[in-house]
């Protein structure tokens, strides 16, 4: 093995035990008693003590849970099938790139701009329509800022798949929607897996309008639920190590299943056949 190799092993080496040994002492400390949170030793007994304070009756946690899957769930299906469309849009007719590029140009720009800067008129705009404390509110939010990313994606996706196989559709009748719905979209389900992984993520990790839009506990989603386990009084860190890994849990079930599909859609259209 060249030297090069034996480096860039070493480095990936580190780089996986920086991203894991927090996680492994997470993980312990959610399975420590009360007593040994404040004097950790790894021969103390486990308990599940943290988890069962943290979801016993009276609490929120669940609820919040609850709130976060609709949120994804929704945010998901909505940059799915606004993504899907707009990607095909792009991608399948001709638009004048003095369409396409400012349109790709604003895309991407919305996807790096801090949610804070729209915060206020989004509240606005959704306290006009009584969506503020709701769970379509935030759906409605988070899709604003996961659209374009989605529609990027599926036009980079849509792109790599033959103009034959459309033009073939419609010589053989089928309608615009029935070429896109029955020969081109089961052809970008890489893209499609990618597109609803990132924005379910992001979706799940959202926390400014989770915080601004709901008027906390059970109406909240469950990132504003971790945050209130920190208050300057006390740091309830068995219960806030518990919720990190439930909260954890099903975003790495997600990428796990998904990561063959996860990496095709990402790399789709960057190498040339």
């Not at 990027?152 to 034959?164: A, E």
């Not at 615009?176 to 990790?205: C, D, H, K, Q, Y």
């Amino acid at each position: 093995m060249e030297p090069w190799q034996w480096t860039m092993e070493i480095v990936l080496l580190i780089t996986v035990a920086i991203i894991l040994i927090p996680m492994a002492w997470m993980i312990f400390v959610s399975l420590q008693p009360a007593t040994g949170i404040i004097n950790p030793r790894f021969t103390a007994s486990f308990s599940l003590e943290s988890y069962i304070e943290l979801f016993s009756s009276g609490t929120p946690y669940l609820q919040q849970m609850g709130n976060s899957a609709l949120i994804v769930a929704g945010t998901v299906l909505l940059s799915l099938g606004a993504g899907s469309l707009g990607g095909y849009a792009l991608s399948g007719f001709r638009v004048p790139r003095g369409i396409t590029f400012p349109l790709l140009g604003v895309a991407g720009f919305i996807s790096i701009v801090p949610p804070m800067v729209l915060v206020p008129g989004l509240y606005v705009t959704l306290a006009s329509l009584g969506l503020i404390g709701g769970n379509l509110g935030l759906v409605l939010a988070n899709t604003v800022f996961q659209l374009p990313f989605a529609i990027l994606v599926m036009k980079v996706n849509f792109d790599g798949v033959p103009r034959s196989l459309r033009e073939a559709a419609l010589i053989d009748g089928a309608s615009e929607f029935e070429a896109f719905w029955r020969i081109i979209l089961p052809l970008a389900r890489p893209g499609l897996a990618s597109v609803a992984v990132f924005t379910g993520v992001m979706a799940w990790n959202e926390f400014q309008f989770g915080l601004t839009m709901t008027s906390g506990g059970s109406t909240s989603p469950l990132t504003v639920g971790i945050a209130s386990l920190v208050n300057p009084n006390q740091v309830a860190w068995g219960q806030l190590a518990a919720i990190g890994v439930v909260a954890a849990l099903p975003i790495v079930i997600l990428s796990l299943v998904a990561n063959r599909q996860l990496v095709a859609g990402l790399t789709q259209g960057s190498v040339k056949g």
